[in-house]
């Protein structure tokens, strides 16, 4: 039998982004199976619900004292090797490595690509990532998420235990709501944050600001968009690092005006909520590993205008409303295009199901367990 140990130490009180999203639904989908037992080893300060201990055994761990932690893996295997016939398989969410006689996965979401528009080249990454990829090649396997992701970290570091599976959506949570129940609730999203009630509004779910996010042309853009426009339309932002004294983050804030509004410390309801309430989704990165809003836009039906880097097109390639990331004035362009055309999409509700049904989290697990147990 496989014992897998999870570990979930990313889990925290922010379960929008990055890899908590990951595996809370990794969690949330494993399989009962009679050749796998699960353990998960979470952060000492998370609380565990009723759905994390019913089927897996729970140890809870300080990760940021690496002696500590080395130590607690040390009892872990010896606690688990007691039981007969057990393979046991530890998975990180993210890489990393102990010299441990066990097999070691763990997830690479992407590497910092976008600094080739920083006017670095592939040769300074390589050279950035030589020391971690000593590291990361003891792995078992390293799985990134998507085919594209795979493509860009193979061309970067030519590891050879490098997979790739895809990501998916939870349509329990991302999903249409009908205009008239969402009236009231994006009433008091903006109410609380003591912003006037916005009916007409594009929608970017930047989740955190940083270069590859490319949100000053985005700004730019959208200036230029409602100056050649008679009707008044916002462009709402949620971010969560908007207090961070990072230079491009006050770059990006000292960019803003009365028409495009920046939100923070919003919770997964409520980004639901703003999915369904706007006109439609914007994505205007550089790089991304996945794309995940892209998926949960198109479960709560709404229209993504995006940009046309490798892994949007490769998860919805259908896409009509794309643009060059670098332009500003290309991106405007695709605003005014899906603005001329929005009213003959009927109630700008698109739910597709073909694209939808492609990612889902019980696929992504089932597909991961297939290739731990090669």
Known sequence: MITLVLFAIELGNNKILGPNVVFQNIIKNLVISQDIEYVLVVNENYQCTENHTKHMEIFQINPKNYFNFFVTLRNIVEKLSRRKKRRIKFFYPKPMFFPLNIDQYAFLYDLPIEKIYMGKTLDDLKREFFFKKLLWKNLKRIFTISYSSFQDISHVLNLKNLDWIYLGVDTEIFRPISPQDNVEKLFFIFKKRGI???????????????????????????????????????????????????????????????????????????????YNGSIAVILPSLYEGFGLPVLEALACGKQILFSNIKVFNEIYPN??????????????????????????????????KDTISRFSWTKTVNDLLDKIKE
């Open 196 to 274: 006037d009630f916005i009916e007409n509004y594009f929608f970017a779910p930047i989740g955190k600001i940083w270069y590859r996010k490319n949100v000053i042309n985005l700004l730019t853009a959208f200036r230029k968009f409602y100056s050649s426009i008679d009707e008044k339309i916002y462009l709402v932002i949620s971010a969560v690092n908007l207090d961070s004294n990072d230079e491009y983050v006050r770059k990006v804030l000292s960019n803003r005006d009365k028409r495009i509004l920046f939100l923070k410390e919003l919770d997964q309801e409520e980004v639901v909520s703003l």
């Open 319 to 352: 896409n009509r409303y794309t643009f060059n990331p670098l332009e500003p004035e290309d991106i405007k362009n695709c605003l005014l295009k899906f603005y001329k055309e929005k009213d003959l999409i009927k109630n700008n509700r698109i739910l597709d």
